[in-house]
């Protein structure tokens, strides 16, 4: 018997997804456990896998799509096995007048009298590019708009030709009339200079269609500048301790199956000072401060058309070995795809390790409703002043951006300090 291929729950309060891409095509062999294809919410882009080894049978919702959980996508089997819903059935052969059989054309889709339920993300391509829905004509199931459709109308739409100006009619010219008496005109002025003009072609441009995490991050930072009044500060911290401990235990830490990165010891760097200041554990509202219980950490992470933000959720229950686990899973899923909704949710601060790729300094937009974000530069050698003595130390830019509604500057720079002292102390 055929196996369904669902839309998967993917955490409290998904109760749909989008087809965003199939990884294979009908009649492609399937191993148990491969990606077929991937799912987009307005959080992140998964892969689905199959839970069997077969043939793709049948693909019953194409890319673009936007369906409830539970949705049967796709069948897979082998190639002699029979689809539970049988193919809808030709349209029958009508007899034509001379005896041969032509077949009968399909009867017009009905015309919807609304646009009936709409998937976010063609909500967002119609607001974008002002498409009135009704005059969409929609392929997917029950005359649904799917992306391609709405694609597909803004580009025929922005490709027809403009409507022709009609010229106006020649005014027939006047009887001749016999010649006047010569005039002498007097001189002309000496025209005045006109500079040059320059035409220049047209700019070729192409449009790209935004991706479900795209617009969701984009969406995401214009309302975090508008919400709070965003303020940075910057401490330059020390990480010679962590150079020495890291090098100490790294080995360690590989044998029990974690690799020990410098993003481990930020994090618990940051656990410390949002215990000394829980204020920086919360967010704003209208009657009063939110204080968060629970230290989720949110973990920046760039992948492929974007940026996502797993969620070390209680991580002042971990030590650095569990830290250091959390991070390689939630790093790994991330790249390779397979978050769930639930792994960015939750977050009460975010870190944003942009010395990663090389940056020295940045200051970092608030993952709203949170009070802050910690970004972390390029840990290099630099030389250093200390006692009155030159030294070299493995130096980074700590630059911390804070809602000015919740912290002034005196306590946000209490919070860094706390966090430059536990990690140039670590033992």
């Known amino acids: 018997m055929a196996t369904e291929i669902v839309m998967p729950h993917m955490g409290e309060g998904v109760i749909e997804g989008t087809v965003g891409k199939w990884l294979k095509v009908e009649g492609d062999a399937v191993a148990q456990y491969e990606p077929v294809l991937e799912i987009e919410t307005d959080k992140v882009t998964t892969e689905a896998t199959a839970e069997s080894a077969g043939i793709l049978l049948k693909i019953l919702v194409p890319e673009g799509e936007t369906v409830p959980v539970g949705t049967v996508l796709a069948y897979l089997g082998q190639p002699d096995e029979s689809l539970p819903d049988a193919p809808a059935a030709q349209p029958a052969a009508a007899p034509h007048a001379n ?87 007097p001189r002309p002025a000496a025209p ?33 500048k508008q919400t709070s009044p965003h303020v940075t500060t ?10 020495a401990h890291r090098a100490a235990h790294k080995a360690v830490f590989a044998r029990d199956g974690a690799n020990l990165t410098y993003t481990a010891y930020m994090v618990a760097g940051i656990v410390a000072a949002l215990k000394a200041h829980p204020q920086a554990n919360s967010s704003w509202s209208d009657e009063g401060l939110l204080l968060k219980r629970d230290i989720n950490i949110g973990m920046a992470a760039a992948i492929e058309g974007g940026l996502i933000v797993p969620v070390i959720k209680h991580a002042d229950s971990l030590n ?108």
């Open 234 to 243: 910057v401490f330059e911290v020390d990480f010679t301790q962590v150079f």
């Open 192 to 224: 005045a200079f006109q500079p040059p003009t320059y035409t220049t072609a047209p700019l070729a441009v192409e449009l790209i269609p935004h991706t479900n995490i795209r617009r969701a991050i984009a969406e995401h930072m214009v309302r975090s």
């Open 99 to 185: 005896g041969q059989t032509h077949p009968t054309p399909p009867l017009p889709p009905p015309m919807r009298q609304g646009v009936g339920r709409i998937s976010p993300v063609v909500s967002r391509i119609a607001a974008e590019h002002r498409v009135d829905l009704l005059a969409v004509p929609g392929t997917g199931r029950d005359g649904r708009i799917t992306k391609k459709d709405i694609l597909a109308y803004v580009e025929q739409r922005d490709a027809a030709p403009a409507p022709a100006v009609a010229q106006p009619q020649a005014v027939p010219a006047a009887p001749p009339t016999a010649p006047a008496a010569p005039v002498v005109a």
């Open 320 to 427: 650095l070995l569990g830290l250091a686990r959390a991070i390689n899973d939630l790093t790994e899923r991330a790249r390779n795809k397979q978050l769930r909704p639930d792994d960015v949710q939750g977050g009460t601060f975010s870190l944003t390790n942009h010395g990663t790729s090389g940056s020295l300094f940045a200051t970092p937009i608030i993952n709203q409703p949170q009070c802050g974000i910690l970004g972390v530069g390029k840990i290099e050698k630099r030389v250093k002043v200390i006692h009155d003595a030159i030294a070299i130390r493995p130096l980074a830019y700590v630059s911390f951006t804070f809602d000015h509604r919740i912290l002034d500057g005196a306590s946000a720079d209490a919070f860094v300090s706390t966090f430059k002292e536990v990690i140039e102390g670590w033992q």
